[in-house]
């Protein structure tokens, strides 16, 4: 079957770093990304990883290791506006997403 | 570029009537679009794929005459809620994909969403 884990909450203190990590076991691999999701607002788009190794954009960098089916989000200087809920999602064989169920994050001042 | 909008944003209706809700695509043309449904505290579904032109291919678990999904244009997808319950509130997300986009293969882009109250 397919299926993606991340915990369900995290808390972290704004200015710090925080890594959201991900897990998953899908029929096929076709990129994995991550979004933002604010509450009532629709996901945005945050990364793509494709390849193993690490994409940094800014503050948000993702990590991704195939054979161990593995991701990270990692966030640095982290702002009051980083509370969202954070979703990994796999593009499948069928160039389908399925999704996570999301990493609520919060940031305390 | 690749702009998604839904209308409306937010819908409340009486249990038993219909509610249509509107994706466009703004500056694309959208072969394919994409219908998700998302509880509270709960990850996307996807409901259907909607593909111009043709029918709509759904979900296992996804009522096809409760949900009707039309794509006429290469602009537009509707997703018709027949018969509301209370049951079907929820958010409603549309994507959609740039066929001729140079950037992520297959890359969705989402619409921001509308909020179903069916009272």
């Known amino acids: 079957g397919q299926n993606i884990d991340q915990p369900t909450e995290m808390t972290a203190t704004e200015g710090a770093i925080v890594q959201i990590n991900c897990t998953y076991q899908?029929?096929?691999?076709?990129?994995l990304f991550w979004y933002q999701q604010h509450a009532g607002e629709a996901p945005t788009f945050l990364s793509y990883n494709v390849l193993d190794g690490l994409e940094e954009k800014g503050r948000f960098s993702s990590f991704l290791s195939r054979s161990k089916g593995y991701s990270y989000l990692l966030l640095k200087e982290l702002q009051m506006k980083d509370s969202a809920s954070y979703l990994c999602?796999?593009?499948?064989?069928?160039?389908?997403?399925?999704w996570g169920a999301g990493t609520k994050l919060i940031i305390k001042p | 570029g690749a702009v998604v909008s839904q209308h409306p944003s937010r819908v409340i209706c009486k249990s038993g009537t219909s509610v249509k809700i509107e994706c466009r695509s703004l500056d694309f043309q959208a072969t394919t679009m994409f219908w998700y449904r998302q509880f509270p505290k709960q990850s996307l579904m996807l409901m259907a794929t909607s593909n111009e032109g043709s029918k709509a291919t759904y979900e296992q678990g996804v009522e096809k005459d409760k949900f009707l999904i039309n794509h006429a244009s290469l602009t537009l997808s509707t997703l018709t809620v027949t018969s509301a319950h209370p049951e079907d509130s929820s958010f409603y997300i549309c994507?959609?994909?740039?066929?001729?986009?140079?950037?992520?293969?297959?890359?969705?882009?989402f619409g921001p969403g509308t909020r179903l109250t069916v009272t």
């Open positions: 899908t029929s096929g691999f076709n990129g």
């Open positions: 994507s959609a994909r740039d066929p001729s986009s140079g950037g992520i293969p297959y890359e969705q882009y």
């Open positions: 999602d796999i593009m499948d064989s069928n160039y389908q997403l399925i």
